[in-house]
């Protein structure tokens, strides 16, 4: 039963806009800001702890997006996919700080204890409110199409999707084009429905993970106030490690499908790209 | 039928907004967080951090030119002294060559200058004897006559004039001849 999480973000009072996940991205800005900051104040060749780490982070994103596309790619799209990465890491992480998703208003069921079924949480990662997953999907979609269109201009974004491959002339020719002509609208449709995909997967995967920490530290609260408080700490820890991959794993997933649109589009034909692996994961 | 499906599909679309909280507010809320954030990392992070790295590989990449630099230096330099030292092996070798031979020379020169300066020695202490035999035999003579002279005047009880010592010398002299 998912029933313990609500699926939306909760608003704050002041401002509709204000939310949980929303104050949690301001953190999460303030959190990159102040390390960022640290990080790059006096930096020098040999780097202090903070620049140290902040060095080999990029160092190694950079490296990983330059790898997926390609060195002159890599300079224009990286400063979006650092990002992306850094921030949906964060954010994925923040949710499993104690408290973050648990402490907040409601009906009071006994001391300190809120009934779960009507918790409006004080903090909620934005990685687990929808508004923020497709917010980060748009925008990796909106840099995706101003890189395509800077590298191959809109007609070659056309012929590369549209246009027959294969070099084959006559009968053969035009099957194979409205093969093609065919393909490329379907190759459409699935670059439509990318924002889709990226924000729900993210969403859903974070949003489950809340869920399941949820469920399990409830899952003895029937059992009397020791076991219960036992079993609260006892049964989601396995989770709370879980959460720490799942949360890893869909940072990189997230960037990781960035990266290789961006190089699925950005490849020209000369170059050998046909990209029939892409779509839909 | 097909003009009520928009209707259905917008009602639809309201459902899932409503029940995952989708509003253009909070969802313009979120895009302009996470803008900010991009703009604060690559101002701040990635911007510094990578010209940082690019400085750091660009004098990684002048030490490795130096480096290789300074061992082709090296080996021409050690390639230079080795021709030196040969070269002034080859000099000394040569240099104690003509010194020994010059000193042979110089040797032989000065035994050939001993020789002649021996010969001349005793070419002369030679001609030195034969005049001291000269005189002696000159001074024997004389002194030979003298005393024929004085056994005269006494056999003869005579006392000769200086004419007749004259004379006894002179023959004495003629008849001993040493």
């Known amino acids: 039963m998912l029933a313990n999480v609500s699926p939306k973000a909760a608003e704050m009072g002041l401002f509709s806009f204000l939310t949980n996940s929303v104050i949690v991205a301001l953190c999460v800005l303030g959190i990159v800001f102040f390390f960022s900051k640290k990080a790059t104040t006096n930096m020098t060749l040999v780097p202090h702890k903070a620049q140290n780490l902040f060095e080999f982070l990029v160092e190694f994103l950079y490296g990983r997006v330059e790898g997926i596309v390609g060195v002159k790619q890599a300079k224009l799209a990286f400063p979006l996919l650092g990002t992306l990465f850094i921030y949906i890491l964060t954010s994925n992480w923040f949710g499993l700080i104690p408290g973050v998703g648990t402490i907040g208003f409601g009906h009071a069921e006994g001391f300190l204890t809120l009934d779960p079924a009507h918790l409006e949480p004080l903090l909620r990662p934005p990685t687990a409110d929808l508004n923020a997953t497709i917010g980060l999907a748009l925008s990796s979609f909106l840099v995706w199409l101003f890189l395509t269109i800077k590298e191959v201009g809109v ?50 995967n974070i949003f489950a993970g809340e869920n399941v920490l949820h469920t399990m530290s409830d899952l003895l609260n029937n059992q009397g106030p020791i076991v219960s408080f036992l079993g609260s700490i006892a049964l989601p820890l396995p989770f709370y490690f879980m959460e720490l991959l799942v949360g890893l794993l869909q940072a990189v997933v997230f960037t990781l499908l960035c990266s290789v649109y961006i190089q699925l589009s950005t490849t020209h034909d000369d170059h050998g790209h046909e990209e029939g692996g892409d779509h839909h994961h | 039928m097909l003009s009520t499906m928009p209707i259905i599909a917008a009602s639809k679309v309201d459902e899932i907004a409503g029940k995952f ?3 253009w507010g909070k969802f313009f809320a979120q895009v302009i967080i996470f803008w900010i954030v991009f703009m604060v990392l690559k101002k701040f992070a990635f911007g510094p951090i990578l010209a940082m790295l690019e400085q750091r590989r660009q004098r990684i990449a002048d030490g490795e030119a130096k480096l ?82 004085d056994a005269t005047s006494r056999v003869t009880g005579k006392v000769l004039n200086s004419d007749d010592q004259s004379r006894i010398n002179q023959e004495t002299a003629a008849q001993v001849s040493l």
């Open chain 1, 155 to 204: 007609w070659g974004f056309i012929v590369h999707t549209f246009g027959p491959k294969g070099g084959l002339k006559g009968v053969m020719g035009i099957a194979v084009a409205i093969v093609f002509l065919f393909v490329g609208v379907i190759e459409i449709v699935s670059i439509a429905i990318r924002p889709v995909t990226l924000s729900i997967r993210l969403f859903g």
């Open chain 2, 68 to 149: 290789e630099k300074i061992a082709r230096d090296l080996a021409e330099a050690e390639k230079n002294a080795k021709n030196l030292l040969d070269k002034a092996n080859d000099d000394a070798a040569r240099l104690i060559k003509e010194a020994g031979d010059s000193a042979k020379s110089l040797a032989e020169k000065r035994q050939q200058e001993a020789i002649h300066e021996a010969n001349q020695i005793i070419a002369k202490a030679r001609e030195a004897a034969q005049l001291e035999h000269e005189q002696l035999m000159s001074q024997l003579k004389r002194e030979f006559g003298r005393m024929v002279a």
């Open chain 2, 21 to 23: 909280g989708l509003a």
